[in-house]
């Protein structure tokens, strides 16, 4: 495929000095969530395979098939080198608690023969399994877990998941958003660019920057840039003729266009989008990225939900974000669209745009 | 002066109220747009927007039409209000700030976020939208602390609610010819 012509300098930053990192869900980011429980020693290794089978009737741990029942004590002094969930401490008898407790008030009224097991102790146990590697071995300090790890994820977390090769042409598309956003600027908008990207065909299929003063509320740089999309299709609402950094660009969807074209890696993503490549018609946003210079409002994330954006890169936060600030509509559960948002991408020439503008181009 | 202004308004935006009979009239021209809309092979949500008894704006969905995903009723009728507004010379705003917009179903996500930021003070609506239900069904824009993200609104629902769900059925029991296919969904 040949290259699209720019005019763009891409030397203006190096993209080592950015990293892009995922803007994961609660449930993937949050600190594990824990609840108590009562273990206990093995005290005589003989009997674990049937204390085992036993807890798993008489206290069974439903929702918690995370948990490793047995652990195995790492200090490899200790005398007795197993330790055994027995339960929950909410499925455990009301105990008095002036006494020490004894293994055996955990009997179950006799159900559970506790030959073989120590006094019990509580432990805090993580209550879900861990999505990510931090959850994991943060989970693990507690109590040992299984978990199916998403390499994708970890090594996304690491901020590591795109190639140099990926991340110059990210960087060309931010750049995109970022003089889309400085043209704005000029004409008076406030400080917003975005871009949308066809990542098979490697184009740039609409620019557009905040239209906002003394036009329409609305038109902000990502609803611009939706229409401008739209308009590119043959339909669209409105023009930006008056705004010649708003431009949109026809898709291709010859076949020809996708071979060579390296598809950028994505982890876990829901995308739905190959079915209206197969039919060779482009549908709205289906299968096209998204930069933004920085984190969208609710009004617009919602929009790109609605458009069936396939990935949104954004360069910083903003106050009411509605991806990973205030909401993360991109991960809301009981939408029928989810998908991956990065934020970071040219973080500091985004952050830039926050800045008043250099007076010598106020004045010109 | 400036703290005065600022609660005479707040006193205004909540005392809005409109009578009950006017309710009906406006919503049963809100479900005539939807109805248009639902003949027209679009998500039949019909809406207007009202002024000291004058309708600014009127609008039904238009998504297929335009290709455009966010082209919502609500966003059709803003549309013309300000249009209406930029003809008298009319700031947006205070026009916006005494406007009621009467929907047959309740504004998605990206709605409600359009009438905080245009200062629209309350919403009527038909049936709740457990799909992209903005006003309380998947997410609650109109009361969220969003500093940045206009004015919060009041929301009154429930005229003609089941009317408004019995037109969305009839829709989804068509096939959306414009819809791609969808695949199996991988979990």
């Known amino acids: 495929m040949e290259p699209q012509p720019k005019r763009r300098k891409e030397s203006e930053c190096d993209f080592d000095s950015w990293v892009a990192y995922p803007v994961l869900s609660n449930e993937q980011s949050q600190d594990t969530e824990l609840i108590e429980a009562f273990a206990a020693p093995i005290i005589n290794k003989k009997e674990t395979s049937r204390l085992i089978k036993e807890l798993a009737k008489v206290y069974p741990l439903p929702g918690l098939l995370h948990i490793k029942r047995v652990r195995s004590c790492k200090d490899k002094g200790s005398p007795h080198p197993l330790e055994v969930i027995v339960c929950l401490a909410s499925d455990a008898p009301v105990i008095d608690h002036s006494k020490d407790m004894h293994i055996s008030d955990l009997s179950s009224s006799g159900r559970l023969n506790c030959e073989g097991l120590g006094d019990p102790f509580l432990v805090k146990i993580p209550a879900c399994p861990p999505l990510t590697r931090p959850q994991f071995e943060q989970a693990s300090k507690h109590w040992p877990t299984s978990f199916h790890e998403d390499k994708q994820v970890t090594v996304a977390l690491k901020g590591q998941l795109f190639t140099s090769s990926q991340k110059a042409k990210m960087q060309e598309y931010m750049m995109a958003a970022v003089a889309a956003a400085r043209a704005g600027q000029q004409s008076g908008m406030e400080a917003v660019g975005a871009a949308v990207v066809d990542p098979e065909a490697e184009r740039i299929l609409a620019v557009g920057h905040d239209c906002r003063k003394g036009g329409h509320p609305l038109h902000h740089a990502i609803m611009v840039c939706i229409d401008l999309v739209a308009r590119g299709q043959g339909g669209g609402a409105y023009t930006y003729d008056k705004y010649p950094a708003c431009q949109s660009v026809l898709p291709y969807s010859s076949p020809s266009q996708k071979q060579g074209a390296s598809t950028m890696t994505t982890c876990g993503v829901v995308q739905d989008g190959d079915s209206a490549e197969e039919s060779g018609q482009p549908y709205i946003c289906t299968g096209y990225d998204l930069y933004v210079t920085r984190e969208p409002c609710v009004m617009c994330a919602m929009a790109l939900v609605h458009s069936r954006i396939g990935r949104v890169f954004y360069g910083t936060a903003s106050t009411d974000g509605a991806f990973g600030t205030k909401y993360k509509i991109h991960a809301q559960k009981d939408l029928n669209h989810r998908f991956e948002v990065f934020k970071g991408v040219l973080g500091q020439q985004c952050e830039d745009l926050n800045r008043p503008v250099p007076y010598i181009k106020m004045n010109s | ?187």
């Not at chain 2, 939807?34 to 039949?44: F, I, W």
């Not at chain 2, 009319?90 to 309740?106: A, G, H, K, S």
């Not at chain 2, 504004?107 to 009438?115: D, Q, R, S, T």
């Not at chain 2, 769900?165 to 969904?185: C, D, G, H, I, S």
């Open chain 2, 1 to 187: 002066m400036g703290t005065e202004n600022v609660g005479n308004d707040v006193v205004s935006r909540e005392n809005f109220q409109p009578c009950a009979e006017d309710i009906q009239r406006w919503m049963a021209n809100a479900f005539d747009m939807a109805k248009d809309a639902l003949e027209n092979g679009e998500v039949p949500v019909g809406c207007l927007m009202v002024y000291n008894n004058e309708i600014l704006g009127k609008g039904r969905n238009e998504v297929n039409e335009t290709k455009n995903a966010t082209r919502h009723a609500e966003m059709v009728a803003l549309d013309q209000v300000l249009e209406w507004c930029r003809h008298r010379d009319l700031d947006p705003r205070t026009v916006c700030e005494r406007t009621v917009l009467y929907v047959t179903v309740e504004p998605c996500i990206m709605c409600a976020g359009a009438l905080r930021l245009t200062n629209i003070p309350l919403v009527v609506y038909g049936c709740n939208n457990d799909r992209f239900g903005g006003c309380g069904s998947v997410l609650d824009i109109p009361s969220a602390d969003l500093p940045h993200t206009g004015s919060s609104f009041k929301c009154i629902s429930g005229f003609r609610g089941e009317e408004a769900v019995e037109m969305l059925k009839t829709f989804y029991k068509q096939e959306n010819p414009n819809a791609p296919k969808p695949k199996t969904r991988k979990e």
